[in-house]
C-alpha cells in the first residue's frame, strides 16, 4: 500500500491552513503552562515540589499514551511497561555500567523505542483483543524482569536497585519540567504533521482510509513507538528521583491505568485534555492520599468508576460545552 | 508427568466453570468484563467466612454464588448499561475501577489473608486412580462443576428465556425487533456470570489459597480459558478449561518462578493467532 504523492500533497496545505491556528494555540497554552510551572519552586516548599514532579511525570505519560490510545484508538493497556523498562534500563546503565546520567535518559527512551518494536503484530488486533494482548505482554515482561537475575538487582538476593545521589530535588523539579517540555511540544509536532492526520482518519474508520491510500500498519506504528520512547525516558529519569526502583513501583499496573484515566478525564483525543486532567487527578489523588490514606485504593477505583459513567467526554468537552453556551 | 496430566484435567473443569459467565457476557453484551475475577475471589471470600461462621459447606456456597449473583446484577444495572455501547476502552477502564472497589470493599470485611479450606470428604478421603492417588474433595469439584456446567447449558438451550440470551448473541437488533426486553436479558446475563463464577469460587476455596486481591489473575484466567476454546460456545469453554488446566499444571510444575510469563504468552500467541479458539469453535467479537 503506497501513498499516492501528487494526490496527498493536494490534500496537505488546505488541511494545513485550518489547523494551523490550532497548532499555534496548542504551543501558547503549553508555554504558558511551563512558564507558570518554572517558577513555582519559589513559592511552594519541598513536599510540593515533588508532588508536581510526580504530576509532570503523570502529564508526560498519559500524552503519549494518547497519541496511540486517543488519537489513534488503539487501547494499549501494556504502556506501563516501557516505562518500567525506561527505570530499569536506567539502573542498569548508572549502577551496573557506570554512566552518566545523560546516556540513561537517552538510553531509557532508546530501549523503549526498540522494545516497542516487539509489540507491533498485536496490531493485527484491535479494540478487546488489542488491549488484553499488550495488557498480557505487560504482566509477562514484569513476571520475566522480576525473575531473571540479570535484570533483578546487583547481588544474587536483591529485589530491585538502588540509585546513588544524582542531584537536588530542584535539579529533577527543572529536569522533570524541561523532559515534559520536550514531550508535548513533540506532541503537537506529531499531531500536526502527516502523521497525526493519518492517525485521526485511521480512528474514524480504519478501512476507508487505508482505501484511500494511508498505510495503516505503517502510521500505527510510528505512532506506538513515539508513544513507546517517551515512557521510557520518563522512567529513565524518575528511577534516580525515586532511589529504589523495583517491580512493584515502576511495572505496577496503576502505572498504566493513570496514563488511561488522566487522558480519558481530561478529554481523550485532544492535547490539552492529559494537561488538564493530570493536573487535576494528580490534586484529587493528593488530597485522597494525605487525608484518608486507608481508603486511597477505594476513591481510586470510584473515581474511575465515575468519570468514566457520567464524564466519557472529559474536562475538555465540559469546558467546550460551557464555552458554545456562552457564545 | 501422568499425574500432573490428571490433576491438570480435574481442575480443568473449575476453569472451565469460572469462565462460562465470562464467555457468556463477552457473547451477549459483546464486552470483554474485568471485575470478572471479582465474583470468584468474593464468593471464595463469603463461602470461607459463611463457613467460618457454623454454616454447612453446601449451603455457604450457595449463599455466596447469590451474593455474587446480585452483585453482577447490580454492577449491569449501575455501571456497565451507561458504557457496554463505546468505545471498548471505556468498559475496560470502568469495569476495572469496579474491581478496584469491590476488592478493596472485601478486603476491608473478609480481610486481606489468603484462605484455603482443607475439605475431606468424610470416610473417604482419598481414591486410588491407577497409580495417582487423588484427594476425594478433588473429584467432587470436577462433577460439581460439570453438573453446574450442564445445568448452565440446558438453560441455555431448552428454556425460553435461554432462546431469548441467544437470541441477543447472535443479533441484538434482531431480538429488539421482535419483542425480547433486551436490558433485561443483559441483567439476567450478568446476574447469571456473577452466580456461576460466585460457585467456582466457593469450589476453588479448597482448592488454592484464594484473597481478594487476586481478583485480576482471575480475570486474565478465565481469559485465555475462553479464548483456548472459542467465544462464546459453552462447549468451548469446557474444552478451554480442560485445556488450560494442564497448561497451568505443567507451567507451575516445570517453570514455577517465570509460570505466569509462559501463561501470559500464550494468551498474546492465542489471541494473534487464532483468536477464534483453538478449534475455531466460537465467533470473533469485532470491536
Given at each position: 500500500?503506497?501513498?499516492?504523492?501528487?494526490?496527498?500533497?493536494?490534500?496537505?496545505?488546505?488541511?494545513?491552513?485550518?489547523?494551523?491556528?490550532?497548532?499555534?494555540?496548542?504551543?501558547?497554552?503549553?508555554?504558558?503552562?511551563?512558564?507558570?510551572?518554572?517558577?513555582?519552586?519559589?513559592?511552594?516548599?519541598?513536599?510540593?515540589?515533588?508532588?508536581?514532579?510526580?504530576?509532570?511525570?503523570?502529564?508526560?505519560?498519559?500524552?503519549?499514551?494518547?497519541?496511540?490510545?486517543?488519537?489513534?484508538?488503539?487501547?494499549?493497556?501494556?504502556?506501563?511497561?516501557?516505562?518500567?523498562?525506561?527505570?530499569?534500563?536506567?539502573?542498569?546503565?548508572?549502577?551496573?555500567?557506570?554512566?552518566?546520567?545523560?546516556?540513561?535518559?537517552?538510553?531509557?527512551?532508546?530501549?523503549?523505542?526498540?522494545?516497542?518494536?516487539?509489540?507491533?503484530?498485536?496490531?493485527?488486533?484491535?479494540?478487546?483483543?488489542?488491549?488484553?494482548?499488550?495488557?498480557?505482554?505487560?504482566?509477562?515482561?514484569?513476571?520475566?524482569?522480576?525473575?531473571?537475575?540479570?535484570?533483578?538487582?546487583?547481588?544474587?538476593?536483591?529485589?530491585?536497585?538502588?540509585?546513588?545521589?544524582?542531584?537536588?530535588?530542584?535539579?529533577?523539579?527543572?529536569?522533570?519540567?524541561?523532559?515534559?517540555?520536550?514531550?508535548?511540544?513533540?506532541?503537537?509536532?506529531?499531531?500536526?504533521?502527516?502523521?497525526?492526520?493519518?492517525?485521526?482518519?485511521?480512528?474514524?474508520?480504519?478501512?476507508?482510509?487505508?482505501?484511500?491510500?494511508?498505510?495503516?500498519?505503517?502510521?500505527?506504528?510510528?505512532?506506538?513507538?513515539?508513544?513507546?520512547?517517551?515512557?521510557?525516558?520518563?522512567?529513565?529519569?524518575?528511577?534516580?528521583?525515586?532511589?529504589?526502583?523495583?517491580?512493584?513501583?515502576?511495572?505496577?499496573?496503576?502505572?498504566?491505568?493513570?496514563?488511561?484515566?488522566?487522558?480519558?478525564?481530561?478529554?481523550?483525543?485532544?492535547?490539552?485534555?492529559?494537561?488538564?486532567?493530570?493536573?487535576?487527578?494528580?490534586?484529587?489523588?493528593?488530597?485522597?492520599?494525605?487525608?484518608?490514606?486507608?481508603?486511597?485504593?477505594?476513591?481510586?477505583?470510584?473515581?474511575?468508576?465515575?468519570?468514566?459513567?457520567?464524564?466519557?467526554?472529559?474536562?475538555?468537552?465540559?469546558?467546550?460545552?460551557?464555552?458554545?453556551?456562552?457564545? | 508427568?501422568?499425574?500432573?496430566?490428571?490433576?491438570?484435567?480435574?481442575?480443568?473443569?473449575?476453569?472451565?466453570?469460572?469462565?462460562?459467565?465470562?464467555?457468556?457476557?463477552?457473547?451477549?453484551?459483546?464486552?470483554?468484563?474485568?471485575?470478572?475475577?471479582?465474583?470468584?475471589?468474593?464468593?471464595?471470600?463469603?463461602?470461607?467466612?459463611?463457613?467460618?461462621?457454623?454454616?454447612?459447606?453446601?449451603?455457604?456456597?450457595?449463599?455466596?454464588?447469590?451474593?455474587?449473583?446480585?452483585?453482577?446484577?447490580?454492577?449491569?444495572?449501575?455501571?456497565?448499561?451507561?458504557?457496554?455501547?463505546?468505545?471498548?476502552?471505556?468498559?475496560?477502564?470502568?469495569?476495572?475501577?469496579?474491581?478496584?472497589?469491590?476488592?478493596?470493599?472485601?478486603?476491608?470485611?473478609?480481610?486481606?489473608?489468603?484462605?484455603?479450606?482443607?475439605?475431606?470428604?468424610?470416610?473417604?478421603?482419598?481414591?486410588?486412580?491407577?497409580?495417582?492417588?487423588?484427594?476425594?474433595?478433588?473429584?467432587?469439584?470436577?462433577?460439581?462443576?460439570?453438573?453446574?456446567?450442564?445445568?448452565?447449558?440446558?438453560?441455555?438451550?431448552?428454556?425460553?428465556?435461554?432462546?431469548?440470551?441467544?437470541?441477543?448473541?447472535?443479533?441484538?437488533?434482531?431480538?429488539?425487533?421482535?419483542?425480547?426486553?433486551?436490558?433485561?436479558?443483559?441483567?439476567?446475563?450478568?446476574?447469571?456470570?456473577?452466580?456461576?463464577?460466585?460457585?467456582?469460587?466457593?469450589?476453588?476455596?479448597?482448592?488454592?489459597?484464594?484473597?481478594?486481591?487476586?481478583?485480576?489473575?482471575?480475570?486474565?484466567?478465565?481469559?485465555?480459558?475462553?479464548?483456548?476454546?472459542?467465544?462464546?460456545?459453552?462447549?468451548?469453554?469446557?474444552?478451554?478449561?480442560?485445556?488450560?488446566?494442564?497448561?497451568?499444571f505443567a507451567a507451575y510444575y516445570y517453570w514455577p518462578s517465570t509460570a505466569p510469563?509462559?501463561?501470559?504468552?500464550?494468551?498474546?500467541?492465542?489471541?494473534?493467532?487464532?483468536?477464534?479458539?483453538?478449534?475455531?469453535?466460537?465467533?470473533?467479537?469485532?470491536?
Amino acid at each position: 500500500m503506497t501513498v499516492q504523492p501528487a494526490r496527498s500533497r493536494a490534500m496537505v496545505p488546505a488541511l494545513h491552513g485550518a489547523a494551523g491556528h490550532e497548532t499555534g494555540r496548542r504551543i501558547v497554552v503549553i508555554l504558558a503552562f511551563l512558564a507558570i510551572a518554572a517558577v513555582m519552586p519559589f513559592m511552594v516548599d519541598a513536599y510540593w515540589q515533588r508532588v508536581l514532579i510526580f504530576t509532570f511525570v503523570n502529564i508526560a505519560l498519559a500524552s503519549s499514551w494518547n497519541i496511540i490510545g486517543g488519537v489513534a484508538g488503539y487501547p494499549s493497556f501494556g504502556h506501563g511497561a516501557f516505562f518500567g523498562i525506561g527505570a530499569y534500563t536506567s539502573a542498569m546503565l548508572i549502577i551496573r555500567a557506570d554512566l552518566p546520567f545523560v546516556v540513561a535518559i537517552v538510553g531509557g527512551g532508546v530501549v523503549a523505542g526498540l522494545f516497542s518494536l516487539l509489540f507491533i503484530p498485536l496490531f493485527r488486533q484491535r479494540g478487546f483483543y488489542f488491549a488484553l494482548s499488550t495488557l498480557a505482554a505487560q504482566m509477562a515482561v514484569e513476571t520475566i524482569v522480576r525473575t531473571w537475575s540479570f535484570t533483578r538487582g546487583i547481588e544474587q538476593w536483591d529485589m530491585g536497585w538502588n540509585f546513588p545521589d544524582l542531584g537536588s530535588l530542584t535539579f529533577f523539579y527543572y529536569l522533570m519540567l524541561g523532559l515534559l517540555g520536550l514531550c508535548l511540544l513533540s506532541v503537537v509536532a506529531l499531531m500536526a504533521s502527516r502523521v497525526g492526520y493519518a492517525l485521526k482518519a485511521l480512528h474514524k474508520d480504519e478501512i476507508v482510509a487505508a482505501s484511500v491510500g494511508v498505510p495503516a500498519t505503517h502510521y500505527k506504528s510510528v505512532a506506538f513507538v513515539f508513544s513507546a520512547i517517551w515512557p521510557g525516558v520518563m522512567g529513565a529519569a524518575y528511577g534516580p528521583f525515586l532511589v529504589y526502583i523495583s517491580p512493584d513501583n515502576v511495572f505496577s499496573m496503576s502505572m498504566t491505568l493513570n496514563m488511561i484515566l488522566i487522558s480519558i478525564f481530561g478529554g481523550i483525543g485532544t492535547v490539552t485534555g492529559p494537561i488538564l486532567g493530570g493536573l487535576v487527578l494528580s490534586a484529587i489523588d493528593q488530597i485522597a492520599w494525605s487525608n484518608f490514606l486507608e481508603y486511597h485504593h477505594l476513591i481510586y477505583g470510584i473515581m474511575i468508576v465515575t468519570i468514566i459513567s457520567f464524564w466519557p467526554g472529559g474536562l475538555v468537552s465540559l469546558i467546550e460545552k460551557a464555552w458554545s453556551k456562552r457564545k | 508427568m501422568l499425574d500432573i496430566f490428571f490433576f491438570g484435567f480435574l481442575r480443568g473443569a473449575v476453569f472451565a466453570l469460572a469462565a462460562f459467565g465470562f464467555s457468556l457476557v463477552l457473547g451477549v453484551l459483546g464486552i470483554v468484563n474485568l471485575a470478572h475475577g471479582v465474583f470468584i475471589v468474593l464468593g471464595a471470600s463469603v463461602t470461607y467466612a459463611l463457613y467460618s461462621a457454623g454454616t454447612p459447606i453446601v449451603l455457604a456456597a450457595l449463599a455466596a454464588a447469590a451474593t455474587t449473583g446480585l452483585l453482577g446484577m447490580l454492577i449491569q444495572r449501575l455501571f456497565i448499561d451507561r458504557v457496554f455501547n463505546m468505545h471498548p476502552l471505556m468498559v475496560l477502564v470502568q469495569t476495572f475501577g469496579v474491581a478496584i472497589i469491590v476488592s478493596e470493599l472485601a478486603n476491608k470485611a473478609f480481610g486481606t489473608s489468603e484462605r484455603l479450606l482443607r475439605l475431606d470428604v468424610p470416610g473417604l478421603p482419598y481414591v486410588e486412580i491407577g497409580s495417582v492417588f487423588v484427594p476425594t474433595y478433588e473429584i467432587v469439584v470436577f462433577v460439581v462443576s460439570l453438573v453446574s456446567a450442564g445445568l448452565l447449558v440446558a438453560v441455555l438451550n431448552y428454556t425460553s428465556f435461554g432462546r431469548a440470551v441467544r437470541a441477543c448473541r447472535d443479533s441484538r437488533q434482531s431480538a429488539e425487533l421482535v419483542g425480547i426486553n433486551v436490558p433485561r436479558v443483559f441483567l439476567l446475563t450478568m446476574g447469571i456470570c456473577g452466580a456461576w463464577a460466585g460457585l467456582a469460587g466457593a469450589l476453588i476455596l479448597g482448592l488454592r489459597p484464594t484473597a481478594p486481591h487476586m481478583h485480576f489473575m482471575w480475570t486474565i484466567e478465565a481469559f485465555l480459558v475462553v479464548i483456548i476454546g472459542g467465544l462464546g460456545s459453552m462447549g468451548g469453554a469446557l474444552v478451554g478449561g480442560f485445556l488450560y488446566g494442564v497448561l497451568n499444571f505443567a507451567a507451575y510444575y516445570y517453570w514455577p518462578s517465570t509460570a505466569p510469563a509462559v501463561i501470559f504468552g500464550a494468551l498474546i500467541v492465542m489471541l494473534m493467532l487464532r483468536p477464534a479458539g483453538l478449534f475455531g469453535l466460537g465467533t470473533v467479537v469485532r470491536k
